[in-house]
């Protein structure tokens, strides 16, 4: 049965906004101290045995990602970029809470987990018609 409302193009914008605006809270205030930001980052991927310059890519993942995600401009792009930022935040952040619930009985990891996945959801949809362009 078909809702008189149902809208493809509105929930994927609903989407797009929820994943862009949320993470980007995370980016601006990461971006308002670069520096620890980097040096931080730097000191995980190095103790991983990583590259440590991949440290600017969590700029990418939580500034420009979101960014293409709100306005719609290239939102497949936006959402994998998303997926490996929070691939590399559970792994070297997060990764000592992947199997542990909160003390109310949630995942300890379900922000990661919704923003993981929400951005693979938007990998998969793309950006629908409400956007400056739509894919």
């Known amino acids: 049965?078909?809702?008189p409302f149902q809208s493809d193009?509105?929930?994927k914008l609903i989407l797009r906004l929820t994943l862009g605006s949320l993470m980007?809270?995370?980016g601006i205030s990461k971006g308002m101290n670069p520096v620890r930001t980097v040096e931080s980052m730097?000191?995980?991927l190095a103790a991983a045995e990583l590259p440590t310059y991949l440290a600017y890519g969590v700029f990418a993942g939580?500034?420009?990602a979101p960014v293409l995600i709100i306005l719609g401009i290239y939102s497949r792009i936006g959402g994998l970029m998303v997926v490996i930022n929070m691939i590399f935040a559970v792994l070297l952040v997060h990764a000592a809470q992947l199997l542990?619930?909160?003390k109310t009985g949630g995942w300890a990891l379900e922000l990661q987990g919704f923003y993981l996945l929400t951005g693979l959801a938007l990998c998969f949809l793309g950006s629908g018609?409400?956007?400056i362009r739509p894919d």
């Open 62 to 64: 939580e500034i420009l």
């Open 129 to 131: 018609k409400l956007a």
């Open 100 to 102: 542990t619930l909160t």
């Open 42 to 44: 730097s000191g995980r």
């Open 24 to 26: 980007l809270f995370h």
């Open 9 to 11: 193009a509105l929930g």
């Open 1 to 3: 049965m078909k809702i």
